[in-house]
């Protein structure tokens, strides 16, 4: 008789966005009048770079001539793809890395989700919190996170995020093997410097552990000393995957491209205490479960590396990070407390008079029809925040910060 | 200390492919002079129809448009194409499907690795022998193959497909819970009648195991009483989960695009005896680990559909089954024993005076300059055979058989 992986009923359905939905849809029932306005989802709405754009036009033709077709693109990437990679993201950085340490996919949250297919279910897993839902849930999947026990998984680690601590997880208290980390951070918006985030490489050289670095928001950084790149740090490459997405970089949540970085240098120990390179054993997991990212869409992630492409994502991310000036700044003026929105497009609002995440955004919603993501959704130590993104269109954006300081 | 999945130190570097291409290269660099003819590769040659290329201009122009851009597309898949999936493969042969119930993904080499995640690992699976590498591989990785012992997974059930059973698998001797159908074959080219199909079904009906039917090769059917789809059974959508991809219907192997049917009847028991849905447990696993193929991609899938799509697919398919008819004819007229290529891009040839697959690779290499894939390749029952494809240029499969029929 057939069985199931039991630890996938463990999961509630994904309770955040629907329970939003819910709220939202019962209030627009109620309410056929009145506009929302959503700074809940982390989706963009600017269009994508004339440069991708035009590349796909040519792309898709050559794959209508019987000469330039293109079948079975290689599965982790046409070198055309990786070459600008290294070139642009890491080689300007100061870092070297090989073509094959360089992975092409269809994104992040793929690349984040089955990394854990590589790993012991023995590790122990820890988690910022709040954190990305998509680290947790696969955890819980893959059997790595134990049981639910009043809102928190009994074998992950949680990593406190808060105000109290600036929001730069201290050291776990117990012995951990695998570490998420996700710099600038979704969903605080909240980033680490080069001496705190080298405590991090140390303490996983230490331990050997390793780091799982979601660098997904890496574009929006704008201040100095914030690491583009955990291989900024010196040692990086015994201990750290990195993972990168097109997404949020230059508007490709809908056409899926994304990559991960796993160095050679990157080696741990099996059960016999066998050197065992995590480059081939994810280059293997690929190549038997992925079939490449389609080559059109390589080419539009390759051109946004073109000197036209660079400049379009630029515009398209200061339009972005303008929105989060606008609802930054704006907050502030009428004594919010906030944090991120200056190396990342999430701002991390504090509830009003510590009302709780879900209570402060019924009251936004049926009082200033503003939608934001209750902070709590992330996790326990979210909870008194809303989260807000600066994807949306500028005059939703202005709209909703005027709503919002109306005095009530 | 982090810790491997151990199950991945199990499997060598994927041997087949790279040792046909060690063997091709060492060939052409001793005889710069010669050309080399691959029928070995099962990838397509022909450019991409028309109409998905028509599609692809139109949709991609639309990202560029703040108006009409799209951010992440539904997980699982946008309606038009989900519509269109069931509306003509489907409901065209009295199959109704809910739209919930099929996934579109980004290729069937996916969903097939992938869809063990939601599966015990305790299972005992069933794989037809010879066998399309990626189901036992995803299964080691998985921990559900056990380890190999003289060539073969010990916790592993083959079901031998010879001439000697007529490619039809025989019931395995003991219980098994998990099963890989792929039927029109990939490496053999055969097929199931409708009643032999029936038979697996009441065989999975009667033992509560699980079909998992692989139908990527549909679309090259052209005989009667053959399937097209396992839900032609009275009862499969009770047992069955179908996949199927556009890469060799409509030439997307560069592109990327399929689906997976997980029917809501089908349902399963977990430990503690309660009723589980696995369409419910495919649909977590994709929201939470997949972010949806690319909308320019599904509105490329969409327009096979259209009267001009079909049209163009239908020429394309029946260029490559021509060629299989003259890979075919033109054995046979020499006198070698072939099965396949009727209902499948695949022939699977018999080699002659028993020679061993490698062997017959070696001598076919050597001496007519024609690459095919060594059955062995494929498991232990493909001893004996080779692969070739028809997915070749005309001229190129034209010169192949020549050479071959030269009397040595």
């Known amino acids: 008789m057939v069985s199931v992986n039991e630890n996938f009923l463990k999961l509630s359905e994904s309770y955040l966005f629907s329970e939003i939905a819910k709220r939202v849809n019962a209030f627009k029932i109620a309410n056929p009048d009145k506009k929302v306005i959503s700074l809940g989802i982390g989706d963009v709405t600017r269009p994508l770079p004339k440069a991708s754009i ?25 070198s055309f793809l990786i070459e600008a990679i ?18 092409v996919s269809d994104g992040a949250k793929s690349d984040t989700g089955n990394i854990g297919d590589i790993l012991g279910v023995d590790n122990i897993v820890a988690v910022t919190d709040p954190v990305y839902p998509v680290y947790v849930d696969t955890n819980v999947m ?20 808060t105000p109290g601590n600036k929001f730069v997880p201290d050291f ?38 390793l780091l799982l670095f979601d ?21 990086a490459k015994q201990v750290a995957i990195e993972f990168r997405s097109f997404s949020k970089t230059a508007g490709f949540t809908g056409l899926r491209c994304g990559y991960t970085v796993v160095p050679k240098e990157l080696t741990v120990y099996d059960e ?15 190549s038997t479960k992925f079939n490449g990212t389609a080559y059109i869409i390589q080419r539009a992630a ?69 939608v934001g993501t209750p ?30 300081k109306i005095k009530s």
Chains 1, 2 share one sequence.
């Open 172 to 209: 776990p208290g117990k012995e951990v093997d695998v570490i998420y980390l996700c710099y600038p951070n979704n969903p605080t918006g909240t980033t680490l410097t080069k001496e705190q985030l080298k405590g991090w490489v140390d303490y996983a050289l230490k331990h050997k552990a």
């Open 54 to 78: 035009d590349s796909i036009h040519k792309a898709i033709d050559e794959m209508g001539d019987e000469k330039t077709m293109r079948g079975y693109a290689p599965e982790c990437g046409y």
């Open 215 to 235: 660098a997904a928001y890496e574009a929006f950084i704008t201040e100095q000393n914030v690491p583009h790149s955990i291989y900024e740090i010196e040692g």
């Open 375 to 404: 902070g709590v959704g992330f996790g326990k130590s979210g909870e008194g925040f809303l989260r807000l993104t600066a994807f949306g269109k500028r005059t939703d954006v202005l709209e909703a910060v005027d709503r919002m």
């Open 302 to 370: 390759e051109a946004i590396y073109t000197p036209a492409g660079k400049q379009q994502i630029h515009e398209t991310i200061d339009y972005y990070m303008e929105n989060a000036r606008i609802i930054k700044e704006n907050l502030e003026s009428i004594g919010m407390e906030t944090y991120g929105g200056v190396n990342a497009p999430y701002i991390w609002m504090k509830t009003p008079k510590n009302v709780s995440s879900w209570d402060f955004f019924d009251r936004l919603l049926n009082e200033r029809q503003v």
């Open 272 to 286: 016999a205490k066998n050197v065992v390179s995590l480059n081939q054993l994810w280059k293997r997991r690929q």
């Open 142 to 161: 893959g059997g790595k996170a134990g049981n639910l026990q009043a809102g928190v998984w009994d074998r992950l680690v949680y990593l406190p995020c």
């Open 86 to 103: 290294i070139k642009n993201d890491f080689n300007s950085r100061g870092i070297s890395l090989e073509q094959d340490e360089v992975f």
